[in-house]
């Protein structure tokens, strides 16, 4: 295993009781740690110390005693708030002489994939609800022809807003026709499909997505609420990540598969409807498939049109389909990477209800300090990732990310996100019910307000808030 670990850490090593802290890649961590590594003794985390509280719910006015008013740098090092390392052994709760070992049984693998839950830094507080969702821990549900799985409000409770599901078509396999109360988002994570909708004037869409192949980005669509469309693998099969604006998507009357629908509805009434003799009719199918397998391949990528029915009405005005491989990946001013911003307000007009943005964190990178106007919902496409979600109250909690987790940071909470390898990228979405991507960046607050009323807050000299960068850094260095 990598060292975890440029970032790295004070190892518990928890039977011997000891407490190691590790060099760090960094150099200015290297030059902090040279100056003040210590005789490891415990940290007096001064008002953030949850041992000076009464109860776990943190109230602001259990501070305002003259200790909890100490300023961190009055904390003793070495603790500055890295990811908890035990140099290859099990994670133990233990740091800077608080807690103590397992003593009996814990999931080992899940503690090494999340040790901010087992060992979190001193400035997490008080009770911040879990804000993460693993898919490998969602039921998957096997079909002929592909499987899904979901993460739902129940799953998730404070994903209110969104709802997702990852979806596999195996080569040629249809996801069968249906609508929704609500839009659905897709984001293809690989292979190749076509798609396939109308609108509500009856004028037609069909287009050919893939993933990320040959070296570009991949494709995302876009479905309004009501909108009927069917999704067909091509020779590849297909995978796909499907957002949908509810957090109660499984609810009854969210989604409405038409198979379903005539199984459910008098078969003379059916005939009538189609102008068709009943005696037609008799093998459609009495349950609804949801995935299921084509009879005849249809034509390859790229010939989408060769499928295309001839539509009297025409074509939608607005493309359902957005081709990430076509939109400039903006590099962030802060030098850590580069971001594709999607909404209907810029880019991608018919996505009223979702905003999205596709991140690209260099090693080490970090997406900066910054908090939204709306829920936003991510999602690890690959990389591993730490996160800090700041839900006011003297609140926070910090989580850790593999490819795969999904996350919500509720609206107006602060956050960052930091890719914690030092040599591969993070890559990952981030989606919010909205028609326009919105962000605040803390930096650019602070470098935009008159320097003495921060320097007075912060107890920095101006000359240091001076350097803070009056544009938006994205993701820094
Ligand atoms: C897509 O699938 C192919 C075949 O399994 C695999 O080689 C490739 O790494 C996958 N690409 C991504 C981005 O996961
Ligand atoms: C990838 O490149 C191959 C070879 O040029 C081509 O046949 C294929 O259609 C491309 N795939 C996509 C999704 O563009
Ligand atoms: C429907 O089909 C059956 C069997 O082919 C036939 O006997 C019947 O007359 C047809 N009914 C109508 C209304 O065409
Ligand atoms: C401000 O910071 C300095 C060290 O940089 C410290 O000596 C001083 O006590 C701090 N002032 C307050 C009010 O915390």
Excluded: C
Aim: net charge negative; charged share 20%; aromatic share 10%.
């Amino acid at each position: 295993m990598l060292p975890r670990l440029s970032h790295v850490l004070l190892a518990a090593l928890a039977l011997s009781r000891t407490i190691l802290a590790e060099p760090s890649a960094d150099d200015q961590l290297k030059a902090f740690f040279a100056r003040e590594r210590v005789a490891v003794k415990p940290v007096n985390f001064g008002r953030r110390s949850a041992a000076t509280t009464p109860t776990r719910h943190l109230r602001p006015e259990a501070f305002e005693d003259e200790a909890a008013l100490r300023k961190r740098d009055s904390l003793t090092p070495p603790d500055v708030g890295q990811v908890a390392d035990w140099g290859g052994s099990n994670p133990q709760p233990v740091r800077n002489g608080a807690g103590d070992t397992f003593l009996a049984n814990s999931n080992h693998q899940i503690d090494a994939q999340n040790p901010d839950n087992v060992a979190a830094p001193p400035t997490d507080s008080g009770t911040v609800p879990n804000l993460k969702w693993s898919l490998s821990l969602s039921h998957t549900r096997l079909l002929k022809g592909g499987w899904v799985r979901e993460q739902t409000i129940t799953d998730l409770p404070p994903s209110k807003d969104l709802a997702a599901a990852e979806l596999r078509l195996s080569p040629n396999a249809y996801r069968e026709l249906h609508w929704h109360r609500v839009a659905e988002w897709g984001y293809i994570l690989n292979g190749t499909g076509r798609i396939s909708a109308i609108d509500e004037n009856g004028r037609s869409f069909i287009s050919d997505v893939h993933g990320p192949t040959n070296g570009t980005d991949p494709d995302i669509y876009y479905f309004p609420p009501g909108v009927p469309h069917s999704i067909q693998a091509l020779e590849d099969g297909l995978e796909i990540l499907l957002i949908f604006t509810d957090g109660n998507f499984d609810a009854t009357g969210t989604t409405f598969m038409l198979s379903d629908w005539l199984a459910r509805t008098p078969l003379e009434v059916v005939a009538q409807n189609f102008g068709v003799n009943v005696s037609l009719l008799g093998g459609i199918p009495q349950k609804d498939p949801y995935v299921f397998d084509s009879t005849v391949a249809p034509p390859p990528f790229g010939h989408a049109s060769e499928q295309a029915v001839k539509d009297p009405n025409g074509q939608v005005p607005s493309p359902y389909v957005f081709h990430l491989s076509d939109q400039e990946r903006k590099s962030a001013p802060g030098g850590g990477g580069w971001v594709k911003i999607q909404d209907s307000v810029t880019n991608f007009p018919v996505s009223t209800l979702l905003a999205s943005a596709l991140v690209f964190v260099e090693p080490n990178g970090l997406r900066e300090l910054h908090w939204h106007t709306s829920d936003e919902w991510l999602y690890i496409i690959s990389g591993n990732a730490r996160a800090t979600a700041f839900a006011g109250s003297s609140s926070s909690r910090t989580f850790d990310f593999q490819p795969g987790d999904t996350a919500v940071f509720p609206v107006s909470y602060g956050h960052y996100v930091k890719n914690l390898s030092p040599t591969e990228p993070l890559i990952y979405l981030e989606l919010f019910k909205a028609p326009k991507f919105v962000d605040f960046s803390a930096t650019q607050w602070l470098a935009l307000t008159p320097r003495q009323v921060v320097a007075d807050l912060l107890n920095l000299s101006t000359s240091v808030i001076e350097t803070f960068k009056t544009e938006k850094q994205v993701i820094v260095a």
